[in-house]
């Protein structure tokens, strides 16, 4: 059985794998609310178990290594609501660089940031422009950015991409971990993003989820545990898909 | 007639503008190579560009200031070819943090950073995210995502959006400042975003434009003043009607 | 069934331990070589396990949050074998500042930092110190000094106190993960502290773990599943005794 | 015609005065309130000014290149009043570090920071002897300090040297900019520096403009275009002056 | 008669220590109260007094260099009563930083950081750690951890160890600088740590000495010059010992 | 007998000065080379002797603290002799302000930054300027600023000023500390400041001390403890003058 969980693996077979040039994925998210309904690790979670299941759809093809998840994301607009654990910009920047130049030591090249969380998008790839800026390329990208097409075929909700606590976190959740889940408070907010700032094109607001609001951005009526588990199986596929071929990139 | 650019009035003058609940708009940009054919401050100036023309054209409606361009953006992936004078992303985003600060105490609340330059865009959005996380809220931008529809339907070449020293680069320079463009050394380079990695999908990879490239990315063989002229029409159209929606927005 | 898994709780369930004024343990550690037998993560892994222990212990008694775990811990001396990842000291107490502060600002009062990692141990108290200057009190141990006379009498080797992958944490990994053990790569040395330097007094000295060495200080030889099981006990009973009388203690 | 304006120029162009060792002259200045009657870009349309009127005496003599404008300066106390956008002192160092760093990192061995805002003069100069301490070398000066006697000479009022909103400063803009200024409400204010602490000797106290303050300190009543002008000629002819030599001696 | 004192010795004095291969022992300590009866610079000036007593010590046997003292520690827990200076972690921890590698950089190879203050314990050996990553070995130790099974012996109150302004402390100044003691004003107490805080077992909190506390922590009603004496010698002769195994050990 | 010196006084007697508002001077210097004649706290050795100086006159007339003095001072310039101790720009500044911090908590209002080291002082009054930006009003020098008309009439050698190791601070070292003076080392180099840029004007350039120069910028030939005395007499008297007006001057 092979093994691709770095955390639970020793050195020398950690070492193996980079000598096979194994892709290294990195999951990033967060620790914040997700309405009332969703655990507050919703989003690290998801990251994580796309990975995993990327890593465990190559198993036998291409050598993958799923890095220990940076949990700690960017989300002081979600401290209003207890459970939130924030860093700041600059913290959670200057984590991921450093941990992603350890990789970089240790002679791993083709390295893959793979965020689900929304207020991490930005600060993940702007790092990937200061790592660039000393000479170690990686990769980034939102796990739901993988697979926007299908989603969007997916929800019946609406509001066709992602939220917060929305269709589609929800339905993960639901398909996922049930037993963590609270339907009955579960809310539809489509105020979204929950800022007062003119919204809907393309000029970005930060998004406050204030006191008086429902912590929630989208229409979790909608989710089911089916739809979590075709969501899941694309964003899983598409990404195997850009390992393989990443993989395949000399990086020198 | 009316006055509009911050950095030429008296501090009444600013401090009326205040009163009238004025919307700033911050261009941000950069000063990098362009290829060989145009200058290097040709994000700055066309974030400076759009700025002037929707204040002009909002004149008499809308009060609108534009405050002086911060031309020095993030750049090293071009610190390759002569003439790039980038800020580290750190620095860069402080830069904008305790401009927008000042403003803010001033009593200014409707801000909008414009930015022409790509490699700044993930970096001033995480400081605007940053901004917000201490109640300033701001909006912001890059210029060319203003107009997205109509650039892909103005332009000729294969590639449909900006680049670097591209088609829509090209044109509007043709359009605004002829003299200072040398098409005579302008090439053609599609392999863009000129990075080693794996391009075409969501994963964001940073592109460095090492010596051996041109130090493009397009087509700029298509560009033309017209083709300029009606680019510019469209992206300062767009963002006057979005400045005449952020400023009946109130903010408190 | 009590719930006692910050990640795992929704915004309602964290907020209604905050009311009953929890006890939140937050889990310290660290990914870095441990030695040729044993996984990266038995430094974070023992800090959880020990909490979760305690949370369990003391459950329908005392209400207890085990934080998610930070495994990014302070090991640059552990870099020259592959599969450490290490941030630097400042950004280390910057990421516990700033996670810690999230905790209080959400009204937690009894807050325990609980690590499992020899190089963290300074800069964790060092950074409750600085916590302290902002009016912010927490508690910090490394979890082996809570039964330090404890592990003395267990241990048979001649070193009497943890090291690095030695008889200590090889019969903890044994006892609670022996799947990942390689006992056949297993090797004893007592070159500890591993530096160049006069040791064996009060006199500290960064340890160097060069690539001549092994990686371990200590004598794993020893290690034997049931004296991790007496060891990890002691431990879990101690720090619950502890958090039984940290959680009578007022705080304002 | 010869070009020296750096952002407007192409990346070749910029090779090229490298290639004939150009002195580069950076404008340093500031966004700030200058009492009623001056435009706030006092101090930086003066180091321009002034820079690009050597560059021009120069021409055919000295390769000269003037870079772009750094107009973010250091006046937090200005802030006070309208108008003013102040950088701190450690974020203006660092852009003036990272800016001079880009430079010598294309070749350019001559660089000369030419400042217009008193309160950058301290920090521009410790900014030098940082830069210093990394192998980089650069001349620094405030524009009137390469005039003192000529001024002097040329001012009417009582104080002989450049104060704020001055009779120098208005001269200046008299000259250059006079439909920006409003000499109706020019006021005198011989309170300077407007500080409460003991002056006139030494020792440097920073000088704070309350909102009861005029926000000048000098003698604008004095004020004349002629003035003007022949205080400009001074200072360009012997910034010219300066850079001959300067272009003269080797740098390593 | 040899010279000793770095501060006081010339360029060529101090080069001739290096190629001796000097040990370097810097002192470091804090300004802050202490108590109504000893002096603010209580910890520094021990620092001091323990380093140069054993510089004299080993005269004309081991080089030995001591550095100028460190006097700024981290204190904030202090800052309630007046005279206390203190740096904040971070500034602290990089002054020790800066100083240890500037005489890195001149080619001392065995330098040893003595503390007299508890509050800088664990920052100074994170600063160790720090620098060992940057190659930099040093040795880090608090004064009476080098004698503390002589302090135990010595001294007569219930309280063993070292406190704040307790017996041992006052004893030491007693005997060092009787003048600058008031033993009218000194009060026992012995609720210390002055924290609200569970206390008594290894769990680190930080001490705050609030307001209405007396600034003590320990009994100096028991000290005595001669006991001061005493301790002094064991710590210095300690302190020598250390020193002379130091100085044979080559350190690359 | 009247106490001035902080560190050796209680946290009472601090208070009690407090209380009568009295001035504090913090003396700021360096540890670096002098030349090969002089001792290396030449410069913060003097700071600290004008304070004494001062506060001596004043006593019984006007309450006066000497602070400890900050020998760590800003010498990149020199660390090519050995016994140079440098902080860096920032680290020196941040130390200043973190200490008159604490100083301006205490309730002391009066407060003056007197230097000894020229490579210190524009970073000292940057530091000033950061310290108004937030409400803390210091007075800032260096000391033989306070009597340059006094010095230039007292030296004979062709340099009118302070250099480094020159007939002035030789000057005061023979009349201070003839016994750490080595007249049959120094030299004489007027090849001051010892750069490699254009001098004699008011263009500011970083002096580095390379290996291969003096060390030295000015004529120590000239010197005796004479005119030492004489210089000492007319900045501590000119100092006791300042300080007089300062106190008297109210500070809210």
Chains 1, 2, 3, 4, 5, 6 share one sequence.
Not at 35 to 53: C, E, F, S
Request: aromatic share 6%; glycine share 8%.
């Amino acid at each position: 059985m092979e093994k691709y969980v770095w955390q639970q693996m020793r050195r020398d077979e950690i070492a193996e794998m980079r000598d096979h040039d194994a892709v290294v994925i990195l999951p990033v998210g967060s620790i914040e609310q997700h309405g009332r309904h969703l655990p507050v690790d919703t989003d690290i979670h998801m990251a994580q178990t796309v990975a995993l299941g990327a890593a465990q759809a190559l198993a036998g093809e291409v050598p993958v290594l799923v890095a220990p998840p940076v949990w700690s994301g960017v989300s002081p607009h979600h401290m209003h609501f207890t459970g939130t654990l924030t860093l700041s910009v600059d913290t959670f920047s200057q984590v991921l660089k450093e941990i992603v130049t350890c990789m970089w030591q240790h002679g791993f090249r083709h390295i893959l940031l793979l965020n689900g969380h929304g207020g991490n998008d930005q600060t993940m790839k702007a790092t990937a422009l200061k790592l660039g800026a000393e000479g170690i390329e990686v990769g980034a990208v939102t796990y739901w950015d993988l697979a926007a097409a299908e989603i969007a075929a997916l929800v019946d909700g609406e509001r066709k991409s992602v939220g917060h606590a929305c269709e589609v976190e929800t339905s993960l959740m639901l398909y996922l971990r049930q037993e963590l889940v609270d339907m009955d408070t579960a809310v539809t907010d489509l105020k979204v993003p929950p800022t007062r700032l003119p919204t809907g094109g393309p000029v970005y607001f930060w998004p406050v989820f204030d006191p008086g609001t429902t912590g929630v951005a989208g229409d979790p009526s909608h989710a089911s545990a089916e739809k979590g588990k075709a969501i899941l199986e694309a964003v899983v596929q598409n990404l195997a898909a850009f390992v393989r071929r990443f993989h395949k990139t000399p990086i020198s």
